[in-house]
């Protein structure tokens, strides 16, 4: 019954929280995109508390962030691809179910590089074409800080494990408001 309902959730998820159209100060809205779309917010949270649980270090945050950029790129030179609003609804679930499944945390945290791929996807086809660099030197700039800041967090919670728990449910909520939203 569970793994129907989430099934159903999401072939009627709406898109997650694009923002086409960055062309009046494409710097200032590639910063502030990761901080205001809820899913690319909580996927690279995740991601970083992730990397600390699962002892990747620098490995998994930087894998991400170059899957995002090449995601980017790639959206950019060739327009959207089918499920690309999906799978950035899924990486949060996968996200919180890493946190929630410990003895799945690796495998799941080893697919983050992956949904990245779609998060910078999605950024690409979303920025004006002749705003695009500097969109994503924004982007990439404050996603790599949002990786940096869940590792800090990963790092406090390696020692707690409620606490993991928690946030791991946060990101259950999270991922059930994208996927709602």
Do not use: Y
Not at 10 to 24: E, N, R, Y
Not at 53 to 71: C, E, I, K
Request: charged share 10%; glycine share 12%.
């Amino acid at each position: 019954m569970k793994k129907t309902f989430a099934l159903a959730l999401l072939l009627v998820a709406l898109p997650a929280f694009a923002h086409p159209g960055h062309d009046s100060n494409p710097l200032q809205d590639g910063l502030l995109h990761p901080l205001t779309g809820l899913d690319h917010l909580l996927m690279l949270l995740g991601t970083g508390v992730l990397a600390a649980l699962t002892r990747r270090h620098l490995g998994l945050p930087l894998a991400t962030l170059a899957a995002m950029f090449a995601g980017a790129v790639c959206g950019h030179l060739f327009g959207g691809v089918l499920g690309m609003e999906t799978m950035i609804a899924v990486s949060v679930l996968v996200a919180a179910g890493a946190l929630l499944l410990p003895n799945r945390q690796l495998s799941l945290a080893l697919a983050m590089p992956v949904f990245a791929l779609f998060h910078g996807w999605a950024h690409g086809v979303e920025a004006t074409p002749s705003a695009f660099w500097l969109f994503s030197a924004g982007f990439v700039t404050v996603s790599g800080l949002l990786l940096v800041a869940g590792f800090a967090l990963g790092c406090l919670l390696r020692r707690h494990s409620r606490l993991q728990k928690v946030f791991g449910g946060g990101l259950l909520a999270g991922a059930a408001f994208v996927l709602v939203g």
